[in-house]
């Protein structure tokens, strides 16, 4: 069975902090994923990573940084926290996609994360 | 890059009824698309999935659809239950991508 853990589930930054988000896998998948949700805008991909130390920017990386050391960790980097990016964070893994395959992502319970 | 969009953002029916859910794409060589449901409080899970040499799929109650001209694909739920009520999420993944691109999500209820 697959397990995507987050570090929190709640969290609450003032305006200017460093925020840290860590994602743990315990299914040695290759890709892992960072999402946001916010309601009427679905998932937005933040960024990714196909391997330890690789990473790929999605489509709302502007604020944001990542760090894959491990290959079951994967880490989000606010690095000045603002009050536009309060939203749920979504972690993902999957298993590497081939030629014409598709793998299904698992996801994490999520951190609802405020800035105030 | 590629652009999903989602038709209706709510939907409400009758227990038993049908429920169908639409989805356009923009990158004519994507080849992967899956739907996810999302319960409230609780992470995203997939539900069915089709590539893109498919034109149809059924899982039970569940079934999706794709027409690869006109770039759509659509999830159909027959005999609606109150258990299906539920945020659902298409997604398409372009030829030689490592991501999906994700729609906006319509929410579902049904309705006892």
């Known amino acids: 069975d697959v397990k995507v853990t987050q570090s929190s589930r709640y969290l609450v930054k003032r305006t200017g902090e460093k925020v840290f988000l860590e994602c743990v896998q315990d299914?040695?998948?290759?890709?892992m994923f960072w999402y946001r949700q916010d309601p009427g805008l679905g998932l937005r991909l933040i960024y990714f990573s196909y391997d330890v130390k690789m990473k790929e920017k999605g489509d709302i990386p502007e604020g944001y940084s990542v760090s894959r050391e491990k290959k079951e960790r994967f880490s989000l980097i606010l690095e000045s926290a603002s009050t536009n990016q309060t939203s749920m964070y979504l972690c993902?893994?999957?298993?590497?996609?081939?030629?014409?395959?598709?793998?299904?992502?698992?996801f994490g319970p999520g951190t609802r994360l405020t800035v105030t | 890059g590629e652009n999903v969009e989602q038709h209706p953002s709510t939907l409400s029916v009758q227990e038993g009824d049908s429920a169908v859910i639409k989805c356009t794409y923009s990158d004519s060589a994507s080849n992967y698309f899956p739907w996810y449901k999302q319960e409230l409080g609780k992470r995203p899970q997939l539900i069915i999935d089709i590539r893109s040499n498919v034109g149809e799929k059924k899982d039970q109650r569940i079934a999706v659809t794709l027409n690869k001209t006109a770039k759509h694909f659509s999830l159909h739920i027959t005999e609606t239950q109150p258990e299906d009520s539920a945020v659902y999420f298409c997604?398409?993944?372009?030829?030689?991508?490592?991501?999906?691109?994700f729609g906006s999500g319509t929410r579902l209820q049904v309705q006892p």
């Open positions: 997604a398409a993944r372009g030829r030689g991508r490592r991501a999906l691109t």
């Open positions: 993902a893994s999957s298993s590497p996609i081939e030629a014409g395959q598709g793998h299904e992502q698992y």
């Open positions: 299914m040695d998948h290759e890709n």
